[in-house]
């Protein structure tokens, strides 16, 4: 049976990272997390002093430095995922912090990051079988794909996800930080004159504020099996 190409895209922490993934190894496809492709540019930045005090990127330098990054996906056998490299070195936990969050919208506004991270993307999915979560994969990425979903949820409960998230990991930060993060990286994502983050017209839409976890799977399984059965 042909493998299709599924297009996952939303707002920050709607959770369309766990259906992704979930559904990937369900199914058997490649599970690829384009936002930590952003997340390893903006490591990267913080990495070689390219973000200045007023948390603007110094984008000469960056787009010079360019060639230099390389992001890669390996699966890491415990958790059966894929973990993001960063020329080689496996930063899977280091890009999840507030600090990676806080500065990653303006470095993702930039153009030629874009055309970049999205060169890599579409080489990644070129031969169908793969399920790809982050703002543009329907609209820019994919825009012929198969299947597109768009997840929301409401902010709290975005918040609340994200917030259990970090202190799982041993963050614990002020929970209003974690919102105002929350939405003004929404508000940068939806405006950027590149690739904003909007719901693909030939996209289903899933507000999954009040599904569980198996729900939101299930209903996705069913989605697929529409398409392919
Ligand atoms: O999904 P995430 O929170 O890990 O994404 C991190 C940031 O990267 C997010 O603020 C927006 C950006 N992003 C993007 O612009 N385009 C994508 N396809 C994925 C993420």
New binding site residues.
Partial sequence: MKKITIAIDGH??CG??TMAKDLAREIGYIYI????M??CCTLFCMRHNLVNPDGTIRADELERLMPEIHVSFQLNPEKGTPDAYLNGENVEREIRTMEV?SH??PV?ALPFVRTAMTAQQQAMGRDGGIVM?????GTA?FPDAELKIFVTASDEIRAQRRYDELAAKGEHPDFNAVLANLRE?DRI?STRAV?PLRQAPDALILDNSHLTIPEQKLWLLEQFHKLTQ
């Fill in positions: 920050s922490s369309k990272s997390d384009s936002g930590a952003y997340r969050s990653v919208s993702a979560d982050g703002r543009d994969i990425v990286r994502d690739a």
